[in-house]
């Protein structure tokens, strides 16, 4: 296990399709957290699970976007119907726990909608 | 919710100068403060951290202070070197301690 694995690292798709991007935590990490990142700003939250339980979700989230993590492990990340807006790098984050310490995080997926 | 700014936005130095980086936060109640280096189509590693009941941390060339009655804390780069080059972010906890903020970034540029 050697860190936090995303795939897909590149999807181009067309508007109005539905995406769906996959993340595979440090194995030990209860806490995975979905961040997204655009051109020249710092990671944005979305959303974040202990465990396989879903305890957050950004208020600026669309009800596009669905997130899941149905054994605690993997997670996915869905957008339905995206749109240009929804470019970007999407970044998945483990950690041990809460309070325990810095976030490892993935090498991102980026999306381009066209 | 927690709010965290970064300042400044672009620094430009020498090699062998000294940078130094600036957060500010708005929820009294964070405890954790971390910094990220990003390299150009990299993921974010964390570099330091510091947690609110210590003022000073130190690793090698790199330190972060934290001044928790005004809210800010700094990271600090010491005879700085091209590979240090990158885009850093500060984070704060926000103020259930569940998840980060992040700020805007630096992008630090190291001249040889």
């Known amino acids: 296990d050697t860190g936090v694995s995303q795939n897909p690292r590149h999807k181009i798709t067309k508007r109005g399709q539905n995406v769906t991007f996959r993340c595979d935590p440090i194995s030990e990490h209860n806490r995975l957290y979905w961040y997204r990142q655009t051109l020249g700003q710092g990671p944005e939250f979305l959303t974040y699970?202990?465990?396989?339980?879903?305890?957050?979700k950004s208020r600026l989230l669309s009800d596009r976007f669905s997130a899941e993590r149905p054994k605690g492990s993997f997670s996915t990340l869905e957008i339905q119907r995206t749109e240009q807006g929804d470019s970007a790098m999407y970044l998945c984050?483990?950690?041990?726990?809460?309070?325990?310490?810095?976030?490892?995080f993935g090498s991102g997926t980026r999306l381009t909608v066209v | 919710g927690e709010n965290v700014e970064q300042h400044p936005s672009t620094l430009s130095v020498q090699e062998g100068d000294s940078a130094v980086i600036k957060c500010t936060y708005s929820?009294?109640?964070?405890?954790?403060f971390p910094w990220y280096k990003q390299e150009l189509g990299k993921r974010p590693q964390l570099i330091i951290d510091?947690?609110?009941?210590?003022g000073e941390k130190k690793d090698q060339r790199i330190a972060v202070t934290l001044n928790k009655t005004a809210k800010h804390f700094s990271l600090h780069i010491t005879e700085t070197q091209p590979e240090d080059s990158a885009v850093y972010f500060c984070a704060a906890t926000d103020s259930g301690f569940q998840k980060l903020v992040f700020g805007t970034g630096t992008r630090l540029l190291v001249s040889p």
């Open positions: 510091i947690r609110s009941n210590v």
């Open positions: 699970f202990q465990n396989e339980a879903q305890l957050e």
């Open positions: 984050a483990s950690s041990l726990r809460e309070g325990s310490g810095g976030y490892t």
């Open positions: 929820d009294s109640a964070s405890n954790y």
